[in-house]
Each structure stands twice: as C-alpha cells, then as structure tokens.
C-alpha cells in the first residue's frame, strides 16, 4: 500500500495523538472510501472556531466518555471534515492549518490556496 500524501506532495505526517484524531482514529487525517466527511484538513483549533462549531451544531468543546472523545480546547490539533473547514473560512473562524498533516484529497474541496493563507507557520 502506497503511503498517504499531504497538500505539499510530501509523505502525510500525524496530526495529533492526544487527543487521538483522524477518521480511522490513528493521529493521521487519513482517509478511505468510508470517510464521508473527508476528515482530511489538520487543523490547530481556535476558541472563534470551536464557537463556531458548536453554533453549527457540532460541539466538539464537550467532553464525550462514551466516545473517548476530551474534548477539544484552543490550542488542539485535530483532523477536520475539508467542508467545515471551508465554511468555518467563509465565516472568518477558520483556525490554522498544518499543511505537512493535511492529506492531499482536501484540495478536491478546499483549494490549496485556502489552505495556504492559513498555514502554521514556523516550527509546530
């Protein structure tokens, strides 16, 4: 099996593994043909943008034991659906985006240049 690649063209690198994310819950924002959502875009989340999840009716502040789900707080790294992203972007709460962890099939929704103006940037 080929390794998965990120925005850059490069080898995908993790995301997070605590809080564990990714749609196959490896640390990775791999994805497969059962990832709907497309749980691709590798996002260090902001308090604007867990607000603005929450309003959408997407709480992922409060914790979920049952789904050995923490919660997430500002500061958290953490595999996001490429169309929230996007409209998290169109609503001006889009948090930052680590591109190295960010897998390549984001851009068949979120154009790279997107994803770009909201790189980290410097060592993350």
């Not at 997407?58 to 050995?68: A, G, I, V």
């Not at 958290?76 to 099939?105: M, Y």
Request: include cysteine.
């Amino acid at each position: 099996m080929e390794p998965s690649l990120n925005v850059l063209g490069q080898r995908l690198q993790p995301c997070s593994t605590d809080p564990l994310t990714g749609f196959y819950r490896n640390g990775c924002c791999d994805t497969g043909p059962e990832d709907r959502g497309s749980h691709t875009v590798c996002v260090v989340v902001t308090a604007e943008f867990l607000a603005l999840s929450k309003y959408l009716g997407n709480d992922l502040s409060t914790p979920r034991p049952e789904f050995r789900f923490p919660g997430l707080k500002p500061g958290d790294r953490w595999c996001l659906c490429a169309a929230r992203f996007l409209q998290a972007a169109e609503e001006f709460a889009a948090p930052k985006v680590v591109l190295e962890a960010t897998h390549a099939s984001a851009t068949e929704i979120v154009p790279l240049e997107l994803l770009r103006a909201h790189a980290v940037e410097g060592p993350h």
